[in-house]
């Protein structure tokens, strides 16, 4: 009678709502056995009794299916929903969320300041390889695993939408799709513009007239290493590096920044539109123009907006 009263007692505490007040997130260490995990779980007031949560463990069969990682216990979990919890290893997830714009130097310096990420990243990625978004990861996943993934992404979503662009585009390769895509992430920040600002660089690809980008100039002039810090100046205008749109004739070597999805879309499906120039137009947006004459009114009135 005495074994089975114990059993029954055993039975109810393994079934019964648990002592934990909140929710609370654990880090299970890797290699951790059974009544090391059972002695954290009782130490952070998940479980109340350590030797009944391994009786249970193992009379369920579950002993030995116990994951490591950091794992999010539910207030009043029985140690039954418990072991659930460590059995599915449903890791707690962290994100990460990359700008689009960044250059490769910069996406390294915001990997590295994630404390819940773990390693260094020893060789700083081609520029152009990375695509910004947002990653979901648990807490001791590398540093490095992040940027292989963002290289996959990029090489993915380049390839789709690269197979799926418009027809008669004058750009030879997806290569120089990245290329033109990085110029039109740094020249607009709005999303609905881009498909204008790449037709207007696409119109001129066609005319073989430079681009005349002035962000391509700042890259020529920094490789992405180290902001700027100033305006541009004419002499800046004028100094030959190979990025400089102003005095190449062509798509600079290499991207001078890490794309969007939305940057690609807009230079594999530009607009269809007859404008040749842009200019900022003092409300975040830009004011388009057909002809240098309506181009050089944009630009005074530019520079007016500038001047209060």
């Known amino acids: 009678m005495a074994i089975s009263i114990t059993v029954y007692y055993a039975q109810q505490t393994f079934m019964a709502p648990g002592p934990l007040v909140k929710d609370v997130a654990v880090v299970i260490p890797r290699g951790a056995g059974l009544e090391k995990i059972a002695n954290l779980l009782k130490k952070k007031k998940i479980i109340s009794d350590v030797l009944i949560f391994q009786l249970g463990a193992r009379y369920t069969k579950r002993a030995r299916n116990l994951k490591a990682g950091e794992f999010l216990f539910p207030a009043k979990s029985s140690m039954d929903e418990v072991i659930n919890v460590l059995e599915q290893g449903k890791a707690v997830s962290y994100s990460i969320t990359i700008p689009e714009g960044k250059t490769s130097v910069e996406i390294i310096e915001i990997l590295r300041g994630d404390p819940n990420l773990t390693g260094d990243i020893l060789v700083v990625p081609v520029e152009g390889s990375l695509l910004p978004e947002t990653y979901l990861y648990v807490r001791g996943g590398t540093r490095q695993s992040i940027v292989e993934r963002m290289e996959q992404a990029l090489v993915k ?22 290329v033109l895509a990085s110029i039109v992430e740094k020249e607009t920040g709005i999303a609905a513009e881009r498909p204008l600002v790449a037709g207007v660089f696409i119109n001129r690809l066609r005319l ?3 681009l005349q980008s002035d962000p391509t100039v700042s890259y020529g002039l920094t490789l992405g290493k180290v902001p700027l810090g100033r305006s541009l100046s004419r002499k800046d205008l004028k100094t030959p590096t190979p990025y400089n749109t102003y005095t190449i004739d062509r798509l600079p070597p290499m991207p001078i920044t890490n794309v969007g999805r939305s940057a690609l879309e807009a230079v594999t499906q530009p607009a269809s539109t007859r404008y040749l120039y842009f200019v900022a137009d003092g409300t975040g947006g830009h004011s388009f123009a057909t002809n240098l004459k309506e181009h050089n009114k944009n630009v005074r009135l530019w520079r007016s907006v500038k001047m209060k």
Do not use: F, N, T, V
Request: no cysteine; aromatic share 4%.
């Open 157 to 178: 979503s380049l390839d789709d939408l690269w197979a799926a662009r418009q027809e008669g585009l004058p750009l030879k390769s997806k290569e120089e799709a990245l």
């Open 208 to 210: 073989k007239m430079r």
